[in-house]
């Protein structure tokens, strides 16, 4: 680098000498000139009486006494004519066609060797001081008037000992100019040593540890300010090496926290259903390549959510975090415990047969059992549920493990609680409960595909044949060729919680499809009754859903009703008298759905201010047949009278039970006698063809 920098420097220097030796070399050309015309001039003047007298011994010795000089080979001296007077020397260059030429002084010819000049011999006029005058007298006439040319001298001067001093001044000067490149290049070396490699150096290291090279370190043994930035740039590598390797800590410690937290349950430290899910992976895998057995524990507590509603959730952690750390030390050392979520917690019993594993989980149970939880004062017990399921080469994979071990837990619980489910294949109970956990995953599905679709049924006028249309929305799931009934996955729906997330869609769905022709047709209003689950009611999220959507749709309002089934009415009471107070100002209607099937159904009556009873279909469908069904019946619809509530039959079949009912009073039917179930989109279009 430095080199380069430094050529222009070196090519001018170069340059200069260079002319500096050309001007020397022909400064002393015109110098060896100068000096030969210098010398013909002096002796053509020398020889101009000696040739005007023609005394040849002067004229020799003239011309002998100039040719003493050393580089003077050739003298030639010749008259007018040309011809030779005298000469010494043999001449290398031609005399003759140059003395015409020559008037003064010239330097006719050159050669390697010499050069030729060559003068006139010329008579100048003469001054004779004449004393009888009394001054000087000049002798003139028209000859002296006119220089009269009496001949020619010509010298032949050697150019060797020129050529030597020439060669002489070149080795000189290319010796200054070797000897400059040479100190150059000295100072070259120097100054990249000193200066160019120790910025390299240090370039080097900073590019390096901009790479990442923290290790990088400089060494320069220069001193001076080198040292300095060798220092600086040193102790910075080495910070930023020690923030580094600090920062790296942290990364791999937070790495491993997170690896953790991904892994693990942070209430109670044992892993969670992503750290579970690989360990049974791993259980799984080795029965496929071994004769090997495990167990899978499917645990929930009972009775746990009475801790959370009485105590608070504080307290629920605080059971938990207990509880978990006793199972963990009651298990041997190869099993794993996982909490799965909320109150459950899965165990894999590894190398472990069925009749090991039910021991092991009745001492679990146990164990819960007989655990005594104290907050504030307060001391509470709760149990477990536990499904049992042994893994061997059968089982296709994990996801088929935990379903089963899922279904034999909640089998247990539907068996009174606090026991120990072994699934055996075949087990028609667990075997149902496993039907209903896979429903769940194929209605949020549904939920997501938008499988569902509403359909509606009439509810006829029995006797007023005046009365306001009535409908009843149906819900049906279309994710296979045909329809599904609700009784198919209401029962899973209902048990895993996901009612108030479908009904919320068949509220929203009905007043996107009806509320155009409803607002439309106010003048000739329809009644569209919509059913609500017992989950949905005791959902606060729902009811404020609810109550939100009537208010927003107020003009409307008045052509809803919503059914509630009597258990749920009767079990969600409190719950359900607030909905239907708040509703009834917004002019919503209510229907006791499946009226009769409680025991108590009469005497709940009087405080639930509904506007319809649904007679349980049960009733209705044999009642042309069965007195007791028929006084059944009787009894609802008089009651009904009595109170000023309308009653609707449902289930009619035939019209042998039209007759029935009509003969009883009852108000309304609906069933397949007076139509089939048809898409809500063709109840739109026959509203919208009656404005």
């Not at 290319?174 to 120097?190: E, F, K, M, V, Y």
């Not at 719950?575 to 229907?591: D, H, M, P, Q, Y």
């Not at 006084?631 to 039970?657: C, F, L, P, S």
């Amino acid at each position: 680098m430095l080199v380069l920098t430094l050529l222009p420097l070196l090519l001018v220097a170069t340059g200069l000498s260079w002319y500096y030796l050309v001007a020397a070399y022909q400064e002393m050309d015109r110098a060896l000139e100068r000096r030969a015309l210098d010398q013909v001039g002096q002796l053509a003047k020398a020889c101009e009486f000696s040739l005007f007298s023609g005394n040849r011994d002067e004229l020799s010795r003239l011309v002998r006494s100039s040719v003493s000089d050393s580089d003077i080979r050739v003298a030639i001296v010749s008259d007018r004519q040309g011809r030779e007077i005298f000469r010494i020397g043999q001449p290398r260059l031609l005399l003759q066609p140059y003395q015409s030429q020559a008037s003064n002084s010239n330097l006719l010819a050159r050669s390697e060797e010499t050069i030729l000049v060559i003068a006139p011999v010329v008579l100048q006029p003469l001054a004779i001081e004449d004393a009888a005058l009394g001054g000087v007298n000049v002798i003139s006439s028209a000859a002296a008037r006119d220089d009269i040319k009496l001949g020619h001298v010509a010298l032949e001067v050697s150019r060797l000992s020129t050529r030597a001093r020439q060669q002489s001044r070149l080795l000189y000067g290319l010796s200054i100019t070797g000897l400059g490149l040479l100190l150059a290049g000295l100072l070259a070396w120097r100054l990249g040593r000193n200066i160019v490699q120790p910025i390299g150096m240090l370039t080097e290291a900073v590019e390096k540890i901009a790479a990442g090279d923290l290790n990088a370190r400089v060494k320069i043994e220069t001193g001076g300010e080198f040292a300095v930035l060798e220092r600086g740039i040193n102790h910075m590598a080495a910070e930023l090496k020690n923030s580094y390797d600090t920062l790296q800590e942290k990364i791999r410690a937070a790495t491993a926290k997170l690896s953790w937290q991904a892994s693990h349950d942070p209430l109670t430290g044992l892993l969670n259903r992503h750290g579970f899910d690989a360990a049974l992976q791993q259980a799984w895998d080795s029965t496929q390549q071994t004769d090997m057995r495990h167990c899978l524990l499917y645990l929930d507590l009972d009775q746990f959510k009475l801790v959370n509603d009485t105590s608070g959730h504080q307290a629920g952690d605080e059971l938990l975090r207990q509880l978990a750390s006793a199972m963990r030390q009651s298990l041997r050392g190869s099993d794993v415990i996982a909490r799965l979520g909320g109150d459950e917690f899965g165990v894999l019993l590894n190398e472990c047969s069925a009749p090991v594993g039910e021991q092991l989980g009745e001492k679990l149970r146990h164990l819960i059992g007989d655990f005594r939880f104290s907050w504030n004062g307060r001391v509470y017990q709760v149990g477990a549920s536990i499904g049992l399921v042994e893994l061997d080469r059968h089982w296709p994979d994990t996801a088929h493990l935990m379903s089963a071990a899922d279904a034999a837990c909640y089998a247990a619980k539907d068996a009174g609680r606090n026991k120990v489910r072994l699934y055996r294949r075949g087990d028609e109970e667990v075997e149902r409960r496993r039907g209903e956990m896979e429903w769940v995953g194929r209605l949020k599905r549904a939920m997501q595909a938008d499988h569902f679709q509403l359909y509606y049924q009439p509810i006829v006028a029995l006797a007023d044949s005046t009365s306001e249309p009535h409908y009843e929305l149906l819900l049906r799931l279309h994710d296979e060729e045909s329809p599904v009934l609700p009784m198919a996955f209401i029962p899973a729906a209902e048990r895993y919680q996901l009612m108030p997330m479908i009904d919320r869609w068949v509220i929203e769905r009905a007043l996107a499809v009806c509320v155009p022709g409803m607002n439309a047709s106010l003048e000739k209003p329809v009644m569209v009754s919509i059913n609500l689950s017992g989950a949905s009611l005791s959902d606060t999220q729902f009811q404020v859903f609810i109550h939100k959507v009537m208010r927003e749709n107020a003009a409307i309002a008045p052509q809803f009703c919503f059914e509630i089934t009597e258990t749920t009415a009767i079990s969600n009471l409190e719950t359900v008298l607030v909905l239907i107070e708040n509703l009834k100002t917004l002019g919503c209607k209510f229907a006791l759905d499946d009226f009769g099937s409680g025991l108590s159904s009469f005497a709940y009556l009087h405080n639930l201010a509904v506007d319809y009873l649904k007679i349980d279909g049960a009733f209705v469908r044999d009642m042309a047949r069965d007195p007791v069904d028929a006084a059944m019946v009787e009894a609802i619809a008089k009651v009904a009278r009595i109170m000023g509530i309308k009653t609707v039959a449902e289930y009619v079949e035939d019209q042998a039970t039209v007759d029935a009912l009509k003969a009883l009073g009852v108000d309304y039917g609906q069933g397949h006698h007076f139509a089939e179930a048809k898409p809500l989109t063709m109840l739109c279009a026959e509203l919208a063809a009656r404005v």
